[in-house]
Structures are given as structure tokens and as C-alpha cells.
């Protein structure tokens, strides 16, 4: 650096990282909830101070040079630490009041978190809580959300899980659907008219086509990465979905079909930060989360 004995600007090199990873000020920007003017002169003044650039301006883009991609592993070394730092000094909070945020695919959020959420809000005025929707795994070490509902094992050491139950999924339709289609007894009797509801990936379709390799890719008449607009549309009689049991229980005018032959054992993983366990207020809500997740074992 020029000066030596200017103290290192930590929020220069997050705005670094942040445009190496994004590829760009204004997705930095985003990600880091600042402005793009701000990452700008944070970049800027990071250059300045090193001497170096770090990026190569093509026009109004930026692609980040051999002497950026040397600083990047150093960087996120340093994002690391100062996200063990922060969930450190947060694991030391002992009042159960502030903000706290869980996360959980989309349908778990639309249908079976609000009245667990009403709960802890009556319980604990104090906490403000943050709902993640995402059909993506959250980073939680990066603070992406605190607690997440999860229906994989966590594999990464420095989290906490803890297996609440299993729950299950099978094939969906709405009664006024089965009424014109019929009820199958098995896969075989499933006909050319019938319109399955698939997610983007195409896992359902891989799943049903492996059950029966006589439906086609072309009875997927509706798909979509979102789990709330596919159990919509089959609230609707447009089709028959893969959904999770927890889910299909408080929803009325819906029937399983083919039971013994589509269903699916569903993991329910609750996770968090290890270096949450001794935030009072993390262990409080992470504690109702899983009382009354388990809860749904015994009531359906």
C-alpha cells in the first residue's frame, strides 16, 4: 500500500469480492445492500491505496485482471473470518429480542410457516422475524439466514441439525380432477389425457418416467420452480403433482393416488450455525420451530 500505516478498509475488499464474485458494481451493489456508487469508489479507493488495478474497464463493465484474481482467495479468507467474527460475538447475545431470519423452500413458507410464525410472535414480541423463501440452499455461515428448514443432511462441520422427523410425498390431484380422469388403481392406468405438474429440474418427470415408461414428457403441461404455483394450479383440477404430505393434509378438496407405488420418504432437517446454539434468541425460536414441526408428526 502507499501509506503503511493506514489502517486496512475491510468494507473496500468486501466491495471487491462481492463485484469479482457478481461480475459487476451494480450486482455487488445488490448483494451487499449498498449502493453502486459507493462499491464503485470502494473499489476505487482499494486500487488507489495498492497501487494496482484490479479490474479492466470495457466500456461501462468491469472483468477483473490476473492481479484481481490473485486477491480473490485472500479475500474471501478474510469474508470468512469476518463472518466466524460477527456469528461469535452474536452467539454471546443473551436476549431474546431483534431480528432473526429462517429460511425454507416456497411452500413451506406460504403454508406451513405462518402459523408457526404467529406463534413465536405472540410468544416473543421482541423478535422480528425475517422470512427466506428460497428453493435454494442458503449459505448459512454467510449469514444468508439463521435457521433453515431443510429436507437434505447437512454435510459442512461448523452446523448445527438436528433431524426432526420424516415426512412423506406422494402424487396429488384434486378431487374434481379424479372425478373426471378416474381414480387409477396403478401406474398402468394412467391415459394419454392425464397432465402431470413437474418442477424446472425435471426430477418428477425422471422419477414417473422411470415408474412407467409409458408417460411422456409431453403430459407435463405445466412446470415451474416454484412449488406454491404448482400446488395452486393443482388446487385448480389442471393436473396431478408430487407434493409433501404436510403440505397435502390442511389443504381440502385434494386426493393422494397411487400411493404404493409414487411415494417418497421426506427428511425434515432444522439447521443452524453452531455458533448460534448459545444466542438466546436463536436457541428460543429455533426450539418452537421444532417443537411444532415435530408436531405435525402426530397430528398430520
Not at 437434505?152 to 452446523?159: E, Y
Not at 388446487?235 to 409414487?262: C, H, P, Y
Request: contains cysteine; proline residues 3%.
Amino acid at each position: 500500500m502507499r501509506n503503511r500505516n493506514t489502517a486496512f478498509d475491510w468494507s473496500q475488499a468486501q466491495s471487491f469480492l462481492a463485484t469479482a464474485e457478481t461480475g459487476s458494481l451494480s450486482g455487488a451493489a445488490e448483494l451487499l445492500g449498498l449502493s453502486q456508487p459507493t462499491v464503485g469508489r470502494h473499489v476505487a479507493a482499494l486500487e488507489s491505496d495498492l497501487g494496482l488495478l484490479l479490474f479492466d474497464r470495457i466500456g461501462k463493465s468491469l472483468a477483473i485482471n490476473d492481479k484481481g484474481l490473485a486477491l480473490v482467495a485472500h479475500a474471501k479468507a478474510m469474508k470468512e473470518a469476518a463472518d466466524l467474527f460477527s456469528l461469535a460475538a452474536l452467539g454471546q447475545d443473551q436476549r431474546i429480542a431483534g431480528p432473526i431470519s429462517v429460511t425454507a423452500n416456497d411452500a413451506y413458507c406460504a403454508y406451513i410457516l405462518p402459523p408457526i410464525i404467529e406463534r413465536i410472535r405472540l410468544t416473543y414480541p421482541e423478535v422480528q422475524v425475517e422470512i427466506v423463501s428460497s428453493n435454494d440452499v442458503q449459505d448459512l455461515g454467510r449469514r444468508e439466514a439463521d435457521i433453515a428448514i431443510r429436507n437434505v443432511q447437512p454435510k459442512h462441520p461448523d452446523l448445527y441439525a438436528k433431524r426432526i422427523r420424516t415426512t412423506k410425498a406422494y402424487l396429488y390431484g384434486a378431487s374434481s380432477y379424479l372425478d373426471v380422469i378416474g381414480r387409477p388403481a396403478t401406474l398402468n392406468d394412467i391415459s394419454e389425457r392425464t397432465t402431470f405438474l413437474g418442477d424446472s429440474s425435471g426430477r418428477v418427470l425422471q422419477m414417473l418416467c422411470a415408474m412407467n415408461g409409458a408417460i411422456a414428457a409431453e403430459q407435463f403441461g405445466i412446470v415451474a420452480n416454484s412449488g406454491v404455483a404448482i400446488w395452486e394450479a393443482v388446487k385448480r383440477g389442471l393436473g396431478l403433482a408430487v407434493m409433501f404430505e404436510d403440505l397435502a393434509n390442511i389443504t381440502s378438496g385434494v386426493e393422494a393416488v397411487l400411493q404404493k407405488e409414487v411415494s417418497a420418504e421426506v427428511p425434515v432437517w432444522l439447521v443452524t450455525h453452531g455458533e448460534l446454539k448459545t444466542n438466546a434468541r436463536m436457541r428460543a425460536i429455533f426450539d418452537i420451530l421444532s417443537e411444532e414441526l415435530a408436531a405435525r408428526n402426530a397430528t398430520g
